[in-house]
């Protein structure tokens, strides 16, 4: 999506919702660095972290100038040039089933001052995004939540997952193989040079993960920084294959809890293959004055427990609800994935936004491609009509919510049929729409944004 992202016009309707409590409605000149500035302080504020400064400021202001910025001010205010809400998108790319990637609009940086609070800030800011993904081209926009009860009044469900595992380091053993390549230490610099490469390849083989972007390596390798505490904390591992070609690589810290053996922690980890996977998790587990190794943001389905021969050393200490997202055209993000088999599907979707209400009409073929179509109410009723004479086509009724929660095989239409959320119309729809929505691989996001 090529596009300069200042040219969608600003959404009407969250201005005048805005307007009428006192507040202007605002994007920023990516050039305006005091009022990306003010932005950011505003951002960070909401998330009841630090205002940033220095290197680190200037690595956001980085960040933002490739995004669109929305400000909401109060005028009345001593500080009118701090937003009272923020909220900042971007066109992405979202790996999905079948090794493709579908279109979307990333939405970050919700917050609003808790002196506006609960007055409508955020539903004006999250429906402008909505407006903004539909005019920026996106077949669906997405987000990471704080809280799981947000969202679901603006059409997005949660799809894909991601839990915090640790290992007893005492109780490793490893049963997995012996991989041919090696690990080795790697300057932050370095990697962040090849990071990029190794990065969109790992993202490409996993449903749920999106393109990553400067502004993130840099704060995860901490090279916008060299100085800080979290760059000299760091260490970064790289695994490379029999003919040394990088394929993967770790950041990770020691983080010591008292006086004894440190606590290993990550939460990057970009594998472009399943053997630097395994040799990677290896060489994390494998350390020597190190009692646990914690992994954060990892899949829920890790290769981890087959490659170890105490599957008991590993406890999932967290999981939780970690992509979500919101179905704006059903047409492109159905076309967009790939499917497990062929058949026919009829979905009959409910949007009370309306953006991918309607009937879809949908082929799968035996390469697991899907063509889809939306059926126009005339046509609707003429199928109908023709469903009633002839065998009825195969099909399920769900909600927007329902059909963002299947999108990436993270949970299967029977599940929710079973919640009461999905209705299948003809038998033996619901087995069928198992088999074709699932993901060999389950989906995963392993960064928040
Ligand atoms: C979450 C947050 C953005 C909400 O902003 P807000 O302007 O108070 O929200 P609104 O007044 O527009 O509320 C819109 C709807 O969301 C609901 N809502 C708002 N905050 C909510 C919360 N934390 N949990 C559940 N529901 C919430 C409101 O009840 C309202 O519901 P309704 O319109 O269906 O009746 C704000 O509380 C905030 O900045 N929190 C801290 C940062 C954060 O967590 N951001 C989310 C990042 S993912």
Same mark, same amino acid.
């Given at each position: 999506m090529p596009f300069d992202l200042r040219d969608i016009p600003l959404d009407q309707k969250a201005e005048a919702a805005l307007a009428a409590r006192g507040l202007a409605y605002r994007v920023i000149d990516p050039q305006d660095r005091a009022a990306l500035a003010a932005w950011a302080q505003a951002d960070s504020r909401g998330f009841h972290q630090p205002a940033p400064h220095g290197p680190e400021l200037e690595r956001e202001l980085g960040v933002l100038a490739e995004r669109r910025v929305h400000g909401v001010y109060d005028p009345t205010l001593d500080e009118a040039e701090i937003p009272v809400a923020t909220v900042a998108s971007w066109p992405t790319g979202l790996s999905v089933p079948g090794g493709r990637s579908v279109d979307g609009w990333a939405v970050s940086s919700v917050t609003v001052a808790p002196t506006h609070r609960r007055r409508g800030v955020a539903r004006a800011l999250m429906e402008g995004e909505l407006h903004n993904a539909v005019a920026a081209g996106a077949a669906l926009a997405m987000l990471t939540a704080t809280e799981a009860t947000i969202y679901g009044r603006y059409g997005y469900a949660p799809a894909a997952r991601a839990t915090t595992l640790e290992v007893d380091r005492s109780r490793v053993a490893w049963a997995g193989g012996a991989e041919p390549g090696r690990v080795q230490f790697v300057p932050a610099a370095v990697m962040r040079e090849q990071a990029p490469a190794i990065a969109r390849r790992a993202v490409a083989r996993t449903p749920g993960e999106i393109d990553r972007w400067s502004g993130l390596l840099d704060r995860v390798l901490g090279t916008h920084h060299p100085d800080s505490d979290h760059a000299r904390a760091v260490r970064v591992a790289r695994y490379d294959d029999r003919r040394d070609q990088p394929q993967g690589f770790v950041v990770y810290r020691i983080r010591h809890e008292g006086q004894g053996a440190g606590v290993l922690e990550?939460?990057?980890? =970009?594998?472009?293959?399943? @053997?630097?996977?395994?040799?990677?998790?290896?060489?994390? &587990? @494998?350390?020597?004055?190190?009692?646990?190794?914690?992994?954060?943001?990892?899949?829920?389905? @890790?290769? *981890?427990?087959? *490659? &170890?021969?105490? !599957?008991?050393?590993?406890?999932?200490?967290?999981?939780? /609800?970690?992509?979500?997202?919101?179905?704006?055209?059903?047409?492109?993000?159905? +076309?967009? !994935?790939?499917?497990?088999? %062929?058949?026919? *599907?009829? *979905?009959?979707?409910? /949007?009370?936004?309306?953006?991918?209400?309607?009937?879809?009409?949908? +082929?799968? %073929?035996?390469?697991?491609?899907? +063509?889809?179509? !939306?059926?126009? #109410?005339?046509?609707?009723? =003429?199928? =109908?009509?023709?469903?009633?004479?002839?065998?009825? =086509? #195969?099909?399920? !009724?769900l909600g927007v919510t329902e059909l963002a929660a299947i999108y990436l095989g993270d949970v299967a239409p029977s599940l929710l049929a079973r919640a009461g959320r999905v209705v299948e119309t003809t038998p033996g729809s619901l087995a069928l729409a198992d088999r074709l929505f699932s993901s060999p691989r389950a989906p995963h996001l392993s960064v928040w944004f």
């Open positions: 990550f939460d990057f980890m =970009a594998a472009a293959s399943d @053997e630097a996977e395994r040799a990677l998790w290896r060489f994390l &587990l @494998e350390q020597d004055f190190v009692s646990r190794i914690r992994g954060r943001l990892r899949s829920i389905d @890790e290769p *981890l427990p087959w *490659l &170890l021969a105490d !599957r008991r050393a590993i406890r999932v200490t967290e999981s939780h /609800d970690h992509l979500w997202l919101r179905i704006l055209d059903p047409v492109a993000a159905l +076309e967009a !994935r790939g499917y497990t088999g %062929s058949g026919s *599907l009829v *979905l009959d979707v409910d /949007d009370p936004q309306g953006y991918a209400a309607g009937r879809f009409e949908i +082929e799968f %073929s035996a390469k697991g491609h899907a +063509e889809v179509r !939306r059926l126009e #109410q005339g046509a609707r009723d =003429a199928t =109908a009509h023709a469903a009633r004479r002839s065998r009825p =086509a #195969q099909g399920l !009724r």
